[in-house]
């Protein structure tokens, strides 16, 4: 049986590789420190959900240009699975016909309970344990599940699930699950970055509240004091790996010329494009654990 891991990173043409990172020392007393911030007041300030979508596209047309995104609407998809399948190419060959390209704001919205920073945006794979056909099948996409709390901060959470297609329908467009939420997250802190620094610094802190309770929760499961799964793990993983890395870019960027800043721009439209993986961005910035943690202690220590 394949874990949720193993299945994701197959489907979108990751590396496997299986870590858990460690939190050092240094880094748990950032941790510390940074839960303080948790202490200060954030005021939001309600929003239509039209307002919303309107300002997350402008943004992300006025830096990029997007692509079309395979779309399924799985319950319709499902009724014809009960078919018996020869060979994987003819599951796979089948699903195709059935995936339809939509403009990315077009996917359907289904709004949740949930707190206002919660958003997802539903893939469809297949639910099966064949490795060919989990590694050859196209993602698509098929719902952006949001808050129905919609606030002035709702608009780069769109742009942040909006990045995912457009990254994300590139197989191995992310060499590593780690590496997954890095640009998602970064061009959400540069929307906010460009309409007030208020949002900018409200978004600066939800991350870096993050970052202290994804070293904690990492923390107690050394300490033996927590269990998880080994998905969650790997979740908690990727996501304070992510979120160092897309800080350190982000802290790039905003102390970079305007030339330097069109640069990474242009290299993140050819990730869109398919044309260069995230890694390559990366190694262009030098942009690494080790250097984005100890970035994190020099501002926060
Ligand atoms: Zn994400």
Request: net charge negative; aromatic share 10%; proline share 2%.
């Amino acid at each position: 049986m394949l874990s949720n891991t193993a299945i994701h990173m197959l489907q979108h043409g990751h590396q496997q590789e299986y870590k858990i990172i460690k939190p050092l020392r240094k880094l748990i007393l950032v941790g510390k420190k940074l839960d303080k911030l948790r202490a200060g007041k954030i005021y939001l300030k309600s929003m239509e959900l039209n307002t919303a979508l309107t300002e997350s596209e402008e943004f992300m047309r006025g830096h990029f240009n997007l692509h079309k995104i395979p779309f399924l609407d799985i319950e319709n998809y499902n009724e014809s699975l009960t078919k018996e399948y020869d060979s994987a190419t003819e599951v796979i060959s089948d699903y195709e016909k059935h995936l339809k390209k939509i403009n990315p704001y077009d996917l359907p919205i289904v709004l949740v309970e949930e707190e206002h920073r919660y958003a997802e945006i539903t893939e469809t794979g297949l639910n099966c344990q064949d490795i060919e056909v989990i590694s050859k099948i196209r993602i698509a996409f098929w719902q952006l599940l949001l808050s129905n709390t919609i606030t002035n901060y709702t608009p780069s959470i769109i742009t942040h699930e909006i990045t995912h297609t457009q990254i994300d329908s590139h197989k191995g467009a992310t060499k590593s699950l780690y590496n997954h939420e890095i640009i998602p997250i970064f061009v959400q802190f540069v929307e906010n970055f460009e309409k007030s620094e208020d949002l900018n610094e409200i978004d600066e802190v939800f991350r870096l509240i993050d970052i202290s309770d994804l070293i904690d929760s990492l923390r107690k499961y050394y300490k033996r004091r927590v269990s998880y799964t080994k998905d969650e793990l790997f979740d908690l993983t990727k996501y304070l790996e992510s979120t160092l890395k897309a800080f350190m870019l982000f802290e790039i960027y905003a102390n970079s010329s305007i030339n330097k800043q069109k640069d990474i721009f242009a290299d993140i439209q050819k990730i869109f494009n398919g044309e260069m993986i995230v890694e390559e961005l990366l190694e262009k910035n030098k942009v690494t654990l080790k250097e984005s943690s100890k970035l994190l202690q020099k501002k926060y220590l």
